[in-house]
Nanobody
């Protein structure tokens, strides 16, 4: 049974930073591309970032490019999302996910999901 568990969310002022972590059990993450998505109240879940299995390739949504950094530590079976210069519009539940097949930007391309961690950015 694969389980992904996110942590590190919280309340932060605009301009602040947070680092989210995603820990996996039941699967060695080193063989998988991993992604972060987010869902704001009343909106659909959207792609944030993804990282290749070896960490060499990353992609970001335009809305977070230059502010967020996705990384991974395969030895620890962890994936991270460093978020800098946070804005109120970044407020959402953030989800870690394991890529399966298809377009990296699409939710349906990922097969396992964490329960999410809330990030709230105050103005």
């Amino acid at each position: 049974q694969v389980q992904l568990v996110e942590s590190g969310g919280g309340l932060v002022q605009a301009g602040g930073s947070l680092r989210l972590s995603c820990a996996a059990s039941g699967r060695t993450l080193s063989g998988y591309t991993m992604g972060w998505f987010r869902q704001a109240p009343g909106k659909e879940r959207e792609f944030v970032a993804r990282i290749s299995y070896d960490g060499r390739t990353t992609d970001y949504a335009d809305s977070v490019k230059g502010r967020f950094t996705i990384s991974r530590d395969n030895a620890k079976n962890l994936v991270y999302l460093r978020m800098n210069s946070l804005k109120p519009e970044d407020t959402a539940v953030y989800y870690c996910s394991s890529y399966y097949s298809g377009n990296y930007y699409f939710e349906r391309s990922y097969d396992y999901w964490g329960q999410g961690t809330q990030v709230t950015v105050s103005s």
